[in-house]
């Protein structure tokens, strides 16, 4: 159960309220729901925040990032931090973003191929998020064989999880799931959802072997961000 709070680079505030725009606030509801296994935060807020000595939950440090304003083009993401610089934030993982389709593609394998040596070489997890993008596969970014191809690729490129989109019914995700071989799967939540559809998704795509979720939205846009998160740890340690 990895809880992403990077979305205030990936989107910008306006997925935030009064309360979540505040890191703080994030981090508190995490330590009060028990149940994570990770917190996703890109390089300054791990930096301003994050306090090993106090936190329980492993942080992982998110290496690469993009803006909003760039919606028309061939979607890129730069690599931005170090592996060094995530060990001395207190990280014992790292992640980073691949738009599988992507005209950028290559580059952005071979960026995630040396951190991933890099990162391994010092004993970190390495989370790549896969993601369909860009013009060769544009409406496809949840069609079954190309969510499949993505996690492949995150078995060959040596992640040890990925964090792919739902294909949105568990018999193809259960391909996907073959697909990624040793590589663990964790599905990643999307726009904010009724929570019970949400929580039915969950319980389906559990069930095909899946390993878990990193999620974000679904999780402290909801009026309960605990009660989401001890429903959610229920179904997957279960
Ligand atoms: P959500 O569960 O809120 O979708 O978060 C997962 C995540 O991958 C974040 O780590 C990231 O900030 C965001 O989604 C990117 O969303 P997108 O690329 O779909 O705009």
Not at 148 to 170: Q, V
Request: glycine share 10%; hydrophobic share 35%; with cysteine.
């Amino acid at each position: 159960m990895f809880l992403a709070y990077d979305h205030g680079f990936e989107h910008g505030p306006t997925d935030f309220n009064e309360k979540t725009i505040d890191p703080e606030y994030v981090l508190d509801l995490l330590e009060e729901a028990g149940v994570y296994t990770a917190v996703i935060l890109q390089e300054g807020v791990a930096q301003a925040y994050y306090e090993p000595a106090k936190q329980s939950i492993p942080l992982l440090v998110k290496l690469n990032g993009k803006t909003a304003f760039h919606k028309g083009e061939e979607p890129y993401s730069p690599l931005l931090c170090s592996v060094e610089e995530a060990i001395r934030l207190g990280a014992s993982a790292v992640g980073y973003t691949i738009y599988v389709g992507s005209e950028h593609e290559t580059k952005m394998m071979q960026e995630f191929s040396q951190i991933e040596d890099d990162a391994h070489d010092k004993g970190l997890v390495v989370t790549a998020w896969m993601y369909p993008r860009g013009k060769q596969v544009e409406g496809q970014e949840t069609t079954p064989d190309v969510v499949a191809y993505a996690a492949r690729l995150g078995l060959e490129l040596g992640a040890d999880f990925i964090k792919i989109p739902y294909t949105g019914d568990p018999e193809s995700f259960s391909w996907v799931v073959k697909c990624a071989g040793k590589t663990k799967v964790l599905v990643s939540g999307g726009v904010k959802r009724d929570t019970s559809e949400f929580l039915k998704d969950v319980e389906d795509f559990m069930k095909v072997g899946t390993c878990g979720i990193a999620v974000g939205r679904n999780v402290w846009q909801s009026e309960d961000p605990v009660g989401v998160s001890k429903k959610l740890a229920e179904i997957i340690y279960r």
